[in-house]
């Protein structure tokens, strides 16, 4: 069995224990609303055996934009020393909830309450950082991942990405570009900017010093666009940075 196999496995015996947590919680904030700890589902098909080892249990991991930090409490699970990295006056619960679960579990997780919009600085580095549905919600994309290339070996990403501008608009998939949301274009969500296409995505890989290793697409991969969640799509990438020295 692979590390990454040994990981999904202990993915529902980790959820119950959560779901414990948060049952017997007496709280005056709000849970982060959506499954977090599911993307690692998702990067199941595109994890590379030449990396398998990286999930061996016994490394040092990031989780950036981590809402209640499950992603870390998991890993942390399995042997693992995470840190999050996550901005107060954005987060879901202002970190409320990812405190909550270090406190209640003597957890080890590091929470960084960290401006990912300005010029911030990692001063760690990483055998593997996580980058999971944050990055249309950042103002500096370019800037993070060329701060992470050197930062960490590998990434695992996803993001929302758009084939069309609006619905009915051209096909823009094969054009490096993106696209700027305005306030209540995306979920009526002022945190949205950016919608990459497919090819943008990968430019912008390229240009920070990432190798793409795998990269595959989920949704509506036909008629996406930024507006409508009915015609969703993401994508999903494991990088390797080109620039990075442990």
């Given amino acids: ?34 499954e977090t700890v599911g993307g690692f589902r998702h990067l199941a098909p595109i994890i590379p055996a030449s990396i398998d080892y990286v999930f061996d249990g016994n490394r040092d991991i990031a989780d950036i934009g981590a809402a209640d930090g499950s992603v870390s409490f998991f890993l942390e699970s399995l042997g ?26 003597n957890s080890k997780v590091n929470i960084y309450n960290v401006d990912l919009d300005s010029q911030f600085s990692i001063t760690k580095k990483y055998d593997l950082v996580f980058l999971l549905g944050i990055f249309y919600h ?24 758009a084939r069309h501008p609006y619905a009915g608009g051209p096909d823009m998939s094969s054009t490096p570009v993106a696209y ?38 989920i949704g509506d991969t036909v008629h996406s666009n930024p507006q409508d969640d009915a015609n969703r799509e993401g994508a999903w990438a494991v990088l390797e940075s080109s620039v990075f020295h442990g």
């Fill in 180 to 217: 700027l949301l305005s306030p209540n274009e995306c979920n009526n969500d002022a945190t949205n900017y950016w919608i990459f296409t497919e090819s943008g995505l990968k430019r912008i890989f390229c240009r920070t010093g990432w190798k793409i290793l795998s990269f595959r697409t």
């Fill in 138 to 161: 950042l103002k500096n994309p370019y800037y993070i991942l060329e701060q992470l290339a050197i930062k960490t070996r590998y990434l695992c990403f996803s993001t929302r990405i």
């Fill in 80 to 105: 693992n020393r995470c840190d999050i990295y996550d901005f107060k006056s954005t987060n879901y619960n202002k970190l409320k909830g990812a405190s909550y679960i270090k406190e209640h579990s």
């Fill in 1 to 34: 069995m692979s590390n990454y196999d040994n990981l999904l496995g202990r993915l529902e015996e980790f959820d119950n224990w959560l779901k414990g947590i948060k049952a017997r919680a007496i709280i005056d904030f709000a849970w982060y609303p959506y």
